[in-house]
């Protein structure tokens, strides 16, 4: 196994300081992952209701046991192309700055548990708005995921922080 990372344990809690667990996901060809601290739930699409003048990334909103979450096509927010929502398609709400959101993806494909040398900073080549959105990058065997910081999702939390 690859330096620093180990076999996903859902129910393990050594309590160490220097592990964290991710959830990695999949938006076209690539790989991401966010911290499993942050994540509430994963469910299976749900079309969202659009709202009117919202950012394109912003599919709308849907209502999630009586709260109405905004739901954010997380492609379009980092630059890639849209989402096209499928049968596939999973919204990951996810809770940051005590605001609750869903990121529309491709699919979840792991849960990781990592040490925290696993992770490398966002390379200096990378623009300051990558580094704004991606915390750091792992190299797991021949695949790249790249940490996205929640906290930058929605641009009221960005004014917040």
Do not use: K
Not at 39 to 62: D, F, K, M, Q
Not at 121 to 133: D, K, M
Not at 134 to 141: F, K, L, S, Y
Request: aromatic share 4%; net charge negative; proline share 6%.
């Amino acid at each position: 196994m690859t330096s620093g990372i180990t076999t996903p344990h859902l129910n393990d809690n050594r309590g160490d300081a220097h592990t964290r667990e991710l959830i990695a996901f999949r938006m076209g060809e690539q790989e991401f992952c966010v911290d499993i601290m942050s994540v509430r739930e994963i469910r299976g699409w749900t079309a969202a209701t659009p709202l009117p003048h919202a950012p394109s990334y912003v599919i709308g909103v849907i209502n999630l046991r009586g709260a109405v979450l905004p739901i954010v096509d997380l492609a379009a927010r980092l630059g890639f192309a849209s989402t096209a929502p499928t049968a596939r398609s999973v919204i990951i709400v996810v809770r940051a700055e005590q605001q609750l959101f869903g990121l529309l993806v491709d699919g979840v494909s792991d849960i990781l548990t990592v040490t925290d040398d696993a992770l490398q900073p966002t390379p200096n080549i990378a623009s300051e708005l990558a580094r704004q959105f991606v915390r750091g990058v792992m190299a797991i065997d021949t695949r790249m995921i790249s940490l996205i910081a929640t906290d930058n999702v929605l641009p009221q939390l960005q004014a917040a922080a």
